[in-house]
């Protein structure tokens, strides 16, 4: 018998219609003798609307409460999906985080899952029964109901697999699989059947949003086997596991993109020991996370330029922060808004020489000019004027014969 978590996304549960859709698919699942603990999302857009009514109260809505509220969304999701379930004959019942619980730690909105008890949902499923579990929520050791961040519920699904210790963790979206790039803006992005938790990993946090970043890399760290599916299609989708299991024929498996961040220039800094920290540090302590970085040295070798790059949503709090550091002198400070990164993606890489240039090479082609570049060991990145995006992803596209 195969222990499964099947979980559905906003867009599959996004109406009465499709409640009922996915609940013919879990049927089946059950139907075959699996036995199966289903997570859901909120239904699409319930999350942005219960925002929306917060900030009606409040600009500045207290965190403890906006948690209360959000996890509402997920509530009413498994609720009906439980209900749908036995309107059609399926034995099933709801459990909501604090009924199991599902055990939190870290701060409201942003916590994540550190243990769940399983001694109910396992009594549960012993007894024929599907289990229906809200994602992107918890509860803490405090009794308060905490979120785990957007996209949360994926990562409420691997952790299930992970201490239930499925066989498979099945994410229904409304996409068939993960496509080499965004199929919405680009109509010749194909499907890939297979993919490493590396490459899926690198994918989700450069903008590809199939998968929430962290619940890959749970799934890698554990070994769990995912699968991305439609609810909407009998196609198979795509398979998540071990690179060593694949076949890195092409260089590059996927092209991303994203249009969520900024570049912030400081000029002519003291080029000294520390000054590095000093600049990042009270950029740290508020959370704000630096991608790339760039350092030039002048030619007087006492100052130097120093680039990163942030989210475009932390650009006007970095600014402050780096306006009012009285550790570092500098001449000027310049930022854009206007950037995007564009980012080729393969375990490929690793073997074959030549990749970085033939990027850039493509790109130069086509008049785009780099501002930044980041690399890993299957991953290249550059920031690029916003205004260039769709082109220099069907070009990279193309390039290493993705089409």
Not at 6 to 29: D, N, P, Q, W
Not at 67 to 73: I, P
Not at 222 to 232: D, H, K
Not at 317 to 334: R, T, V
Request: glycine residues 6%; contains cysteine.
């Amino acid at each position: 018998m195969t222990k499964k978590v099947l979980k559905f996304g906003g867009t599959s549960v996004g109406s009465i219609e499709r409640i009922m859709h996915a609940a013919k698919i879990i049927k089946k699942e059950s139907a075959q003798g699996n036995k199966i603990i289903v997570v859901v999302s909120a239904m699409a857009g319930k999350t942005n609307e219960l925002i929306s009514l917060a900030k009606t109260v409040s600009n500045n809505f207290n965190k403890r409460e906006l948690d209360v509220l959000l996890a509402t969304g997920e509530q009413a999701s498994c609720s009906l999906i439980s209900g749908a379930l036995t309107e059609i004959g399926v034995k099933a019942q709801s459990f909501m985080s604090w009924q199991i619980p599902i055990l939190t730690e870290g701060d409201h909105n942003n916590s994540r899952i550190i243990n769940m008890n399983v001694s109910k949902i396992e009594d549960y499923l012993s007894s024929g029964g599907v289990a229906v579990i809200p994602g992107y929520q918890g509860v803490s050791n405090s009794g308060n109901i905490t979120t785990i961040g957007r996209g949360g519920s994926d990562a409420t699904a691997v952790a299930i697999a992970k201490i239930f210790d499925t066989d498979t963790c099945e994410i229904y979206t409304d996409v068939d699989g993960v496509y080499s790039t965004d199929p919405n803006k680009i109509p010749v992005a194909k499907k890939i059947d297979k993919i490493s938790y590396e490459e899926m990993l690198e994918l989700s946090s450069l903008g590809a949003k199939v998968m929430q970043s962290s619940a890959v890399q749970t799934a890698m760290i554990y070994e769990i086997p995912l699968q991305v599916r439609s609810t909407f299609t009998d196609r198979q989708g795509t398979k998540i596991f071990n690179k060593e299991n694949l076949d890195y024929s092409k260089a590059v498996t996927g092209v991303a993109y994203s249009k969520d961040d900024a570049k912030i220039t400081l000029q002519s800094v003291e080029d000294r020991p520390g000054v590095a920290a000093e600049i990042f540090q009270p950029l740290s302590i508020n959370q704000i996370n630096i991608d790339m970085v760039i350092q030039n040295i002048s030619s007087d070798n006492k100052t130097t330029d120093i680039t990163f790059t942030i989210k475009r949503e932390d650009l006007k709090e970095a600014l402050k922060i780096l306006k009012n550091n009285n550790k570092i002198k500098f001449n000027e400070l310049s930022y854009r808004d206007n950037v995007s990164k564009i980012s080729i993606v393969g375990a490929g890489m690793v073997t074959t020489p030549g990749v970085t240039y033939k990027m850039f090479r493509a790109l130069s082609d086509e008049k785009i000019n780099i501002l930044a570049i980041s690399t890993s060991e299957i991953k290249i990145s550059v920031i690029i004027d916003e205004s260039f995006t769709l082109k220099a992803v069907k070009k990279l596209h193309s390039i290493f014969n993705l089409d």
